[in-house]
């Protein structure tokens, strides 16, 4: 494990990468020093070819309270957008990457949940655009990804509002993918990612970057390029695949591999 003076901890589990933010004195919010640690870690990420999938989360019991308004007030520190053109949210992983939430997600802390494809929210998890009361805009991606995750009349409710989303409501709205009890985000999140990364990893890639282009471009070219990125996976693992199904594995929705 990686640990870091920020305050961010970077560590494997075999073919997965945990990324931890413990910064308990500040409930897990970002200073500049940690935003850079991040920016780091995602790079780390990108190059190690050997991990297939991410997990994300806070320690003590808190996701992110967004950025640290405390050293803005009393440092005088200037936030560069964690999105925009080379922030450290400012493109996805190449990695699926899951949030795990215990606690709250909010103000850049929602940013941060929403740099991952999915979220699983423990019964503690609050979501919200907290920082709107202190007129601190939200430049880490929430504005542009939020509206993608929950549609734009329900992201603009949240936007506008900064009212606090709880778990239940997270998930029917589908800023959740699984809600689970308090405490169990974290070992459910690793579960997931354990998963994902046991799948043949050319068809995941494809698909997944199908889905996140998908609005960028009108439907017909969207549809050329998700066949494009298909078909090195059809080529390298969807024989050995359907020989494999053909032998009985994995009939009848099984998960066996």
Known sequence: MSHA?????????????????DRPD??????????????????????????????LTGAGGTFCAGADLSEMATKGAVYRPWAGADGPLSTRPSKPMIAAVEGYAVAGGLGVALWADMRVASATAVFGVFCRRFGVPMSDGTPTRLPRVVGEGIALDMLLTGRPVKSEEALRIGLANRVVPAGEAFAEAVKLAHQIAEFPPLAVKADRQAALEAFDQAEPVALVNEAEGAAAAKTQEAQTGAARFAAGTGRHGTQET
């Open 5 to 21: 003076p920020s305050g961010i901890h970077f560590e494997r589990d075999g073919a997965i990468a945990i990324i931890t933010i």
């Open 26 to 55: 500040a409930r897990n919010a970002l200073d500049l020093a940690a935003a850079e640690r991040l920016h780091e870690i995602a790079a780390e990420l990108e190059r190690d070819n050997t991990l297939k999938a991410a997990v």
